[in-house]
């Protein structure tokens, strides 16, 4: 990262009273957790290309789900915070951010301390029953799994569990938006961390932070479709910017 950006980083933040933060899978692939766009990639492909990311799939046939998502929770239950997600849970500590705004279901900002945390697309944490709504740790669900029950049922009423995740072809929780976009517009510093902002309706948060005043960052490895309206843009390890060294 060139020192002129880190440095215009550092007064930023340093002038803020308000700060939110958007993340997407590029701050957590940094913490081993892979990202399931990359195409054909990853532990998502077998998922990704089987169609089992979607809700009508699911539903369909949940054994063939939880047989290939296996392997995959071990690599979210056993991931730990990095350098980024360290950095935003300090500055919550501060008193500085008004909250954190996640594209991601991996827990990882909680886990670094952060508590004010809207999961657009829910949390692989916790899982429910599709019938009775029944709630749990999703690791009482693939112990349930390791048993020999699959799909997995609820101990209440035997229904079905599911992650508490968003599938393609559900909406988003509309009071999970709302919020985001409440904060989105009564913030003066708007940090993107480590997503490609394709995806609608989150990617428009930084239009509605602009729009109300707020200075926006952009910070990913790659060029974003909202790079020419944001204030500062850096492309580059997320782990890197958050650097204490670089900025704090």
């Known amino acids: 990262m060139q020192m002129d950006c880190a440095l215009e980083l550092k007064t930023l933040l340093s002038r803020s009273e308000r700060t939110v933060f958007f993340s997407g899978a590029g701050i957590s692939t940094e913490s081993g957790i892979p990202d399931y766009r990359t195409p054909g990639k990853g532990l998502w492909a077998n998922l990704a290309s089987e169609d089992y990311l979607n809700i009508d799939s699911f ?13 995959l929770f071990d690599v979210f239950k056993n991931a730990l915070p990095n350098n980024a997600h360290a ?20 827990g990882l900002h909680q886990k670094a301390g ?6 657009l697309h829910g949390s692989l944490m916790t899982s429910r029953c599709m019938h009775c709504e029944e709630e ?12 020999g029950g699959n799909p997995p049922k609820c101990p209440v009423c035997g229904g079905v569990m ?36 394709s995806v609608m ?5 930084p239009g509605y932070a602009k729009s ?26 997320l782990g890197e910017v958050f650097k204490s060294s670089e900025v704090g």
Do not use: W
């Not at 309706?201 to 948060?205: G, I, K, R, S």
């Open 59 to 71: 539903t369909a046939n949940p054994e063939k789900f939880y047989t290939l998502f296996a392997p």
């Open 87 to 106: 950095f935003i849970a300090k500055r919550e500590a501060e008193g500085k951010t008004i909250s954190v705004i996640t594209q991601n279901i991996d």
């Open 114 to 119: 952060s508590n004010k945390v809207h999961e």
């Open 136 to 147: 749990m740790a999703t690791t009482r669900v693939f112990r349930i799994l390791s048993k």
């Open 162 to 197: 599911r992650p508490n995740v968003i599938f393609f072809g559900e909406m988003l929780p509309p009071a999970v938006m709302d919020s985001a976009v409440k904060d989105s517009m009564s913030c003066d510093l708007f940090i993107v961390t480590g997503s490609s902002l």
């Open 201 to 205: 309706p989150a990617a428009m948060l």
């Open 212 to 237: 109300s005043g707020a200075k926006v960052v952009i910070i990913n490895r790659m060029p974003t479709p909202y790079d020419s309206m944001a204030d500062l843009v850096i492309n580059g390890s």
